[in-house]
Antibody
Framework: EVQLVESGGGLVQPGRSLRLSCTASGFTFGDFPMSWVRQAPGKGLEWVGFIRSKPYGGTTEYAASVKGRFTISRDDSKGIAYLQMNSLKTEDTAVYFC??????????WGQGTLVTVSS | QTVVTQEPSLTVSPGGTVTLTCASSTGAVTSGYYPNWFQQKPGQAPRALIYSTSNKHSWTPARFSGSLLGGKAALTLSGVQPEDEAEYYCLLYFGAAYAVFGGGTKLTVL
């Protein structure tokens, strides 16, 4: 059974950093791209970015709203994807979901972790 | 800035048929945008329904179908059930560089 579990969320002050983790199980992690999606309270879904699998270069793409501040990485040996968030702003407050896939499909989702950016 | 537009809300009767659409500010939506559709109920993570325009996941009920319609991506629900009441989001990919979700359609079954 495919499972994705996000962790690392919490309350952080504006301008600070936070790293989220997405621990995967039930599939060969290294074979799949991994994506991050967020949802601000009471709002719609926002695509954050994704990381390709190593056979496809392991490269990343980001939404304009986070480019230069957020970095997605992966540790295939541990089955974990990361979202490093720097220079956080109040508008980054959201539930962050990790998902398996990219344009092919985003079939499997975690339950999300809440990040609150506030002083 | 690319904008993806969905109907804000739709209402359908149980057993009826409804079509949700997804338009891009860049022009007609084609299969090259790999349209995806997701269902989200309050307090839950999104659930994937359709990928690459019309492909269903193994768990997608048969009453859900995806297509291209008049330059837009479309999600059609046939024989709507009360449990289909939810928010529905489309996602379009733009040249493997970025993706954009639509604003969501709140579907009411009444």
């Amino acid at each position: 059974e495919v499972q994705l579990v996000e962790s690392g969320g919490g309350l952080v002050q504006p301008g600070r950093s936070l790293r989220l983790s997405c621990t995967a199980s039930g599939f060969t992690f290294g074979d799949f791209p991994m994506s991050w999606v967020r949802q601000a309270p009471g709002k719609g879904l926002e695509w954050v970015g994704f990381i390709r699998s190593k056979p496809y270069g392991g490269t990343t793409e980001y939404a304009a709203s986070v480019k230069g501040r957020f970095t997605i990485s992966r540790d295939d040996s541990k089955g974990i994807a990361y979202l490093q968030m720097n220079s956080l702003k109040t508008e980054d407050t959201a539930v962050y979901f990790c998902t398996r896939g990219d344009s092919s499909s985003l079939g499997y989702w975690g339950q999300g972790t809440l990040v609150t950016v506030s002083s | 800035q690319t904008v993806v537009t969905q109907e804000p809300s739709l209402t359908v009767s149980p057993g009826g048929t409804v079509t949700l659409t997804c338009a891009s500010s860049t022009g007609a939506v084609t299969s090259g945008y790999y349209p995806n559709w997701f269902q989200q109920k309050p307090g839950q993570a999104p659930r994937a329904l359709i990928y690459s325009t019309s492909n269903k996941h193994s768990w997608t009920p048969a009453r859900f179908s995806g297509s291209l319609l008049g330059g837009k991506a479309a999600l059609t629900l046939s024989g709507v059930q009360p449990e289909d009441e939810a928010e529905y989001y489309c996602l379009l990919y733009f040249g493997a560089a970025y993706a954009v979700f639509g604003g969501g359609t709140k579907l009411t079954v009444l």
